[in-house]
């Protein structure tokens, strides 16, 4: 005879029928309480090495709740009503210790849990495995809640030097946090840093703050790596809607408001934030919908984000953070008047070019990659500053163009304009159409990537053909300015002579020359600016003379001058007059 298979005392066969007996019982006695509408207390079987339990409270009335902690203990359990008007906060955080004490996840079934004290999610006695809070869109109203955070979540036991480490909390589906606190109504890490949040994620939080105290905001962050969240946090108040200190390695997105004096969408403030990248953000309504305001708050990547607030970036301290396409809405004024540190990848809804109506632009941080032209200047020309090479990342560029007849100079208020060993503070393009330059920070100094031909010559940083151009003023008196690398003057058409003014060496490039001819009777005097003006030298001259007389002669008498700005000087060579060579004066 085959062996037969025993549960406990009971032959298997035999329990296997008990065992469905025991259910059909259950289920018929479950029929006949709903249709009485009465709860059944907490129900259990057993069977001798084998056990069929059935655990929590039924209402049978749609729902039953779970207090077992298998799958997660319900906040219904220890009294929570969800109605809207019962205080559940005793009833919550209750719920929520003996979740953590028994690592079991916690519960929300949908509803309105009042609270009037804070609700506090302390998981230190699970740090190395983690909690668990799962709502059925919740809503935890702590309105009535006078000051401090409505949600709390921490990791006690450590301090600033030595910080707790936990791991792996984790929101899941969607809560609702409402507060009217002059502080930050969610708050994940303690202010001090003495508690470290690893690995969290938040599936799906929506906070609104209804203070509009100065400092109330909608979510603080502090000290979160490798997070991924999902947040929607809104104040009326002038905090922050989204406040993040000393966060790393995070994948963030969601929206941010703080629509009060003062506030911002989102603030990478205190702390190390870096190596973050935010996907998609929505910031609006806020005075200022992005700010960085600590100089460790770097390498940071904003990817495709919406700013629709008077101010869409204000960086006072950032290193390396950089704007992927940025969009931005319709009430944004200033772009980013204080943009230090920021990068920009694709202009994304902001136009390439800029036209300015006035007669000066300063450019910014914020502008990396457009392109500027004087088309609309008001006058004959328009000047553009840099900003300060400091402000910049490495790779920082911006191009410059003159139309309309309408030259531009460029200022350097810090390092130089470079190109071929040449290094100059300021940049001329000349008033013909279409003078064209592009210039890049190396960290350093502004380097010329690209420019027209006549840009290189006026400013020296290409040698000109000898002679470039003749020229025959009619007036008496010239002066000779940069763009005049490489010209020939004459006195041909002067009425009784012509006076020439160089200009002065201070701003002038090494082997910047000009050329000086006599004609039709006519003299020439050439003679040093009155300011940084050098001298004039030639063999036997000595170093102090400061002006030359050419001949009077209708032979054309020729002279080059070629600037030494070391020396502070102008030398003389020979140089090929168009009708006979002659040598220099």
Same mark, same amino acid.
């Given at each position: ?14 329990? $296997? ?43 049978? $009335?749609?729902?039953?709740? &779970? ?500 020396? &502070? ?17």
């Amino acid at each position: 005879m085959s062996p037969r298979l025993t549960i406990g005392a009971w032959p298997y066969d035999e329990a $296997q029928a008990a065992g469905s007996q025991i259910t059909r019982t259950l289920l018929r006695l479950a029929a006949f309480a709903f249709g009485l509408g009465i709860a059944l207390p907490t129900l259990a079987q057993t069977i001798s090495g084998s056990s069929l339990s059935i655990t929590g409270q039924s209402t049978l $009335q749609g729902d039953v709740v &779970m207090c077992s902690g298998r799958p997660w203990i319900d906040v219904r359990c220890n009294g929570a009503a969800g109605d809207g008007n019962h205080d559940d906060a005793t009833a919550i955080n209750t719920t929520i210790a003996t979740a953590i004490t028994n690592n079991w996840p916690v519960h929300f079934p949908a509803g309105t849990y009042k609270v009037t004290s804070p609700i506090t999610i302390d998981y230190a006695g699970q740090s190395t495995k983690g909690f668990r809070l799962i709502s059925e869109a919740a809503v935890i109203d702590g309105r009535t809640i006078a000051s401090g955070p409505v949600l709390q979540i921490q990791c006690g036991g450590g301090t600033t030097g030595s910080p707790t480490g936990c791991f792996y909390f984790k929101e899941e589906g969607t809560l609702f946090v409402n507060a009217n606190t002059p502080a930050y109504a969610v708050v994940l890490g303690k202010s001090d840093f003495s508690d470290a949040h690893n690995s969290a994620k938040i599936d799906h939080l929506v906070v609104n703050n209804a203070s509009t105290a100065a400092g109330a905001g909608g979510c603080q962050l502090n000290y979160l790596l490798d997070g991924d969240l999902y947040a929607v946090c809104v104040s009326a108040g002038g905090g922050a809607g989204l406040a993040l200190e000393q966060v790393q390695f995070s994948r963030v997105s969601g929206a941010g408001t703080a629509e009060g004096p003062g506030g911002r969408g989102v603030v990478l403030e205190n702390g190390y934030n870096f190596s973050n990248t935010f996907l998609a953000l929505d910031l609006e309504v806020s005075p200022t919908c992005l700010s960085i305001t600590f100089n460790h708050n770097g390498l940071n990547t904003f990817v495709s984000p919406y700013f629709n607030c008077v101010t869409a970036v204000n960086a006072t301290a950032s290193l390396g953070n950089v704007l992927i396409n940025p969009n931005y809405g319709g009430a944004t004024v200033n772009f980013g008047p204080l943009s230090t540190g920021i990068s920009v990848i694709g202009t994304g809804s902001r136009n390439s070019w800029l036209f300015p109506t006035s007669g000066s632009y300063v450019a910014k941080p914020i502008d990396d990659g457009l392109s500027i032209s004087s088309y609309n200047a008001p006058g004959a020309s328009m000047t553009v500053t840099l900003p300060a090479v400091g402000s910049l990342n490495q790779g920082w560029s911006m191009s410059f163009a003159t139309d309309n007849g309408k030259g531009m100079t460029i200022n350097a208020t810090s390092g130089a304009i470079i190109l071929g060993g040449k290094n100059v503070g300021s940049l001329v393009l000349g008033a013909g159409n279409y003078e064209y330059v592009q210039l890049q920070s190396d960290g350093n100094n502004f380097r010329v990537v690209s420019s027209t031909r006549n840009t290189r010559l006026a400013n020296g940083f290409e040698p000109p053909p000898w002679p470039s151009a003749w020229l025959f003023p009619t007036s008496s008196g010239y002066a000779a300015g940069l763009a005049d690398n490489g010209n020939v003057l004459s006195s041909y058409n002067s009425s009784a002579g012509l006076t020439v003014t160089l200009p002065s060496t201070t701003g002038l490039p090494d082997g910047w020359s000009m050329g000086f001819a006599t004609d039709n009777n006519k003299g020439l005097t050439i003679q040093v600016n009155t300011t940084s003006g050098g001298h004039l030298v030639w063999p036997g001259s000595g170093a102090s003379q400061t002006s030359l007389a050419m001949a009077n002669t209708s032979q054309a008498v020729m002279s080059s001058w070629c600037c030494n700005t070391t020396a &502070m000087a102008f030398s003389a060579s020979l140089m090929q007059h168009p009708r006979r060579r002659r040598r220099s004066a």
